[in-house]
């Protein structure tokens, strides 16, 4: 917690859904963020920009962690914090989970029912194995994926 | 500090360069991620994804935190929290910066001179006004930068 949590609830996670084993045997002794090769590009890792309208459970922080984490999960990522910033008690979530191959984040307006969620992966991590969680999780009417390869090699 | 510090170095900083009277002027009582016009269209934020070529500077978790608390700032967002994971003593970092405005994320590849930034910023702030602050605390040869408006009205 930090000194501005009067500016809204902010929550902290550590993973709970890995044992620290888990976790040790793999962010420490091997590096998952290598660069991979896919249809003949070098690249650092993938980056997908999900917007999700007509979304609902966008103003519920845990919801939207365990539905975060979740995510990462499915994409083979490996947790390494989370944190979750709630602007007011209907309002919109900012939240954010570092893994040990980059980030997802989200950001969501509940009043236009919208989301806009990022993940970024690395190694051998496969983000759209994240997609049927967020769908799960946040019913939209419609989801627009974007695909960046970050750090593509000329 | 949560439960998984022997991955890695983890930082947490609070803001440390506004006051909180700035801060609960600005997040509790003003909404700052209202949806912009720009250029005829109505969009939730504007994404940018930078790549940096040739840098300098990223096995420093402390450097980088300055750096993207003042590329924050300097694009006129608002700090709520930020978080740091450095790999190994030499290796990469992993870290974002949560905003009243979205989100500011790294992940840097020291060994191939590579960073990876992304700046997603709503209401009035400029996220290419970061760049130049990247520019000088990394000095990289190369700038690749991606736009995205985020949750596009159609």
Not at 98 to 110: G, K, N
Not at 138 to 153: C, K, M, S
Request: glycine residues 8%.
């Amino acid at each position: 917690m930090n000194a501005l949590t009067p500016l809204g609830m902010v929550s902290e996670f550590p993973s709970e859904n890995q044992t620290n084993d888990t976790l040790l045997a793999g962010a420490a002794e091997e590096q998952k963020d290598y660069f991979v090769v896919r249809d003949g590009q070098k690249f650092a890792g993938m980056h997908l920009l999900v917007d999700l309208w007509g979304a609902t459970n966008l103003a519920d922080p845990e919801h939207i962690d365990a539905a975060l984490r979740e995510a990462a999960l499915a994409a083979g990522a490996t947790i390494l914090h989370s944190h979750f910033h709630h602007f007011s008690p209907n309002g919109g979530v900012s939240g954010v989970v570092v893994l040990a191959e980059s980030h997802i984040s989200i950001h969501t307006w509940p009043e236009r029912d919208f989301a806009a969620v990022d993940l970024f992966m690395c190694g051998c991590c496969d983000p759209y194995l994240s997609i049927p969680v967020l769908r799960r999780a946040f019913l939209p009417e419609r989801v627009d994926i974007g695909e960046q390869r970050r750090g593509r090699v000329q």
